[in-house]
């Protein structure tokens, strides 16, 4: 059984900061790929924020160059540290992981490469 759980989101003025974490628990799950996506009412999930387990990354056009990806193995956390925000960025945020390797290769930003989501954490930008 695995569990996603995020924490961090909250209400912030434009410019304001905020670090979400994803704490995950079980070891049915692949780290080959995860990735943070976000959903604002009225609108697709879409993906933010996604790392590979060599480390490197990939972000959305929209969050690029404000938005940073990390992850902590030996405390299975996944982070994401959300800087210079925007009205534009309230949604809820969710993590995501595949159950397996090859899932990733349908696309690190595509919700059908992964398999357990979180519930979500509230981020709100005034």
């Known amino acids: 059984h695995v569990q996603l759980v995020e924490s961090g989101g909250g209400s912030v003025q434009a410019g304001g900061s905020l670090r979400l974490s994803c704490a995950a628990s079980g070891n049915t799950y692949s780290r080959y790929c995860m990735g943070w996506f976000r959903q604002a009412p009225g609108k697709e999930r879409e993906g933010v924020a996604g790392i590979y387990s060599d480390g490197s990354t990939s972000y959305a056009d929209s969050v690029k160059g404000r938005f940073t990806i990390s992850q902590d193995n030996a405390k299975n956390t996944l982070y994401l540290q959300m800087n210079s925000l925007k009205p534009e960025d309230t949604a809820m945020y969710y993590c995501?992981?595949?159950?397996?390797?090859?899932?990733?290769?349908?696309?690190?930003?595509?919700?059908?490469?992964?398999?357990?989501w979180g519930k979500g954490t509230q981020v709100t930008v005034s």
């Open positions: 995501a992981v595949p159950l397996s390797a090859s899932h990733c290769y349908r696309g690190i930003f595509s919700p059908r490469a992964y398999t357990y």
